[in-house]
């Protein structure tokens, strides 16, 4: 037998050691090269999921799809770009042109995209480069949207009221023109609808028409939250028959309500009932001359508080009888749904007022406007509405009323908000947003926000 001689065995040892080696770099490059693909593709599904809902924001600009798609594909683009740097990592990316889908009042946005990173120690065994690629995609759901403005004599300040119809105006630019349905309406001691959706569940809206709309407000009356919340949710309920899949009520207010509309029955022999809107001031009175506290009855629609001539409208609450048992002003557009005005919860209301004391007569209108707002809020939750409510001023951060309630609070119970009183927090419907506008300056920032968690949650 040959025993092999000693330097044929370190030659072989020589060989076995070069080859691990050599596979030992591969693996390591392979798994620095790898590493340095992980990182750009994280970096790339990121880059692509911002561009997606970049231009899912930016789809609702434009007065047409044209003009939509190319502001979506426009944002897409500068997104993409700034959260993906230019060399990353050595690598190049690229973003194909976005795809922008109308149908129907859903608009889909699909991305897509690319990035080449050259490798190191892989091109030792042949590869050169590593392709990474991504999608995301956003889809914005339709959207029907009741859009409500407090316009009462609360906000005569003209700083004041330039910077609600700036505010507003500029709200309405964050939705689509051509798929976003949309009706817009002002209240004070009446509610008038100044553009309502429309007419068969046609899809988009007029921006330009509520616009002039707007800066040609005038603020005047008392605060008949509960008529602008019924007439908010007739034309989500009523106006249109095949609802999108998001409803919501923006209701925009800078006090508590202390004003309801009903059918009354009448002292007066010429007319026996009087279907119009009973009035209160927002402070407790003090004195026993205040006789005319709270205020007549006004004719239901009518925004100003003035009283209108007629032998049915008295600038006294005396001319009322007694309060009816449930608010039955629109009750034959609505017979199937009853908001109780004579009640024991969440506060007391009777029947008097004909006769009763004038502190009696007061009480009972602010108590029962107030619970008829948190009703018909409750009500359109129950229907599957968000409501998201705006607060601007010095009157909602202060006791008013007949309970010296927070007007805010009232607010936060009709947005069903969970920092809300907990007697009206509901978390088994749709949870809204509110924001407190201190200032005329916050008006903008708080109308951002509402925007931003309707489009949110509309994707």
């Known amino acids: 037998m040959r025993i092999?001689?000693?330097k044929r065995q370190q030659g072989a040892v020589s060989i076995i050691v070069v080859a691990s080696l050599a596979t030992l770099l591969a693996g390591l490059g392979l798994a620095l090269d790898a590493g340095l693909g992980y990182m750009v593709k994280a970096k790339l599904d990121a880059a692509a999921d911002g561009a997606a809902i970049a231009a899912g924001q930016a789809v609702t600009r434009g007065n047409n799809q044209s003009e939509q798609m190319a502001n979506a594909q426009q944002a897409a683009t500068a997104f993409f770009a700034a959260n993906y740097p230019a060399g990353f990592l050595n690598s190049s990316a690229t973003l194909q042109t976005p795809s922008v889908t109308f149908n129907n009042g859903t608009v889909t946005i699909d991305i897509a995209a690319q990035a080449k990173v050259p490798t190191t120690f892989t091109q030792l065994?042949?590869?050169r480069a590593l392709n990474v690629a991504t999608s995301s995609e956003s889809i914005r759901r339709d959207l029907d949207m009741a859009f409500v403005i407090d316009t009462t004599s609360s906000m005569s300040?003209?700083?004041?009221?330039?910077?609600?119809r700036a505010s507003s105006v500029d709200f309405l630019n964050n939705f689509d023109v051509t798929n976003d349905r949309v009706a817009l309406m002002h209240f004070a001691t009446g509610t008038v609808v100044d553009v309502p959706f429309k007419a068969a569940n046609a899809r988009g809206f007029d921006r330009t028409t509520m616009t002039t709309n707007i800066n040609n407000y005038s603020?005047?009356?008392n605060t008949n939250s509960e008529e602008a919340l019924w007439n908010a949710r007739w034309q989500l309920n009523h106006q249109i028959t095949q609802p999108s899949s998001l409803r919501v009520i923006?209701?925009?207010?800078?006090?508590?309500?202390?004003?309801?509309?009903?059918t009354f029955p009448m002292t007066k022999t010429s007319c026996t009932t009087n279907t119009g809107t009973i009035v209160s001031s927002d402070d407790k009175p003090t004195g026993s001359g205040q006789t005319d506290n709270p205020g007549g009855l006004y004719k239901l629609g009518v925004q100003t508080s003035q009283a209108l001539s007629g032998t049915c409208y008295d600038k006294t609450a005396a001319t009322v009888d007694h309060l009816p048992a449930n608010y039955n002003a629109h009750a034959a557009s609505e017979p199937g749904v009853t908001f109780p005005i004579v009640t024991s919860s969440p506060?007391?209301?009777?029947?008097?007022?004909?006769?009763a004391s004038y502190k009696l007569r007061y009480q009972n209108i602010n108590r029962a406007s107030r619970n008829l707002l948190e009703a018909m809020a409750a009500q359109a939750r129950s229907e599957g509405i968000y409501v998201f409510a705006l607060?601007?001023?010095p009157y909602l951060t202060v006791g008013k009323g007949a309970d010296n309630e927070l007007g805010q609070d009232i607010l936060k119970c009709i947005a069903?908000?969970?920092d809300g009183p907990s007697r009206c927090y509901n978390p088994k419907q749709p949870t809204g947003v509110y924001c407190y506008a201190a200032t005329p300056a916050d008006l903008r920032p708080c109308y951002s926000q509402l925007a931003s968690q309707i489009l949110r949650i509309s994707k």
């Open 4 to 6: 092999p001689s000693k």
């Open 125 to 127: 065994i042949g590869y």
């Open 157 to 164: 300040d003209t700083s004041v009221q330039k910077a609600v």
């Open 219 to 221: 603020f005047n009356g």
């Open 250 to 262: 923006v209701f925009f207010s800078d006090g508590a309500p202390n004003s309801f509309s009903s």
């Open 347 to 355: 506060r007391v209301v009777t029947q008097d007022m004909n006769g």
């Open 391 to 393: 607060g601007y001023g």
């Open 416 to 418: 069903n908000v969970p």
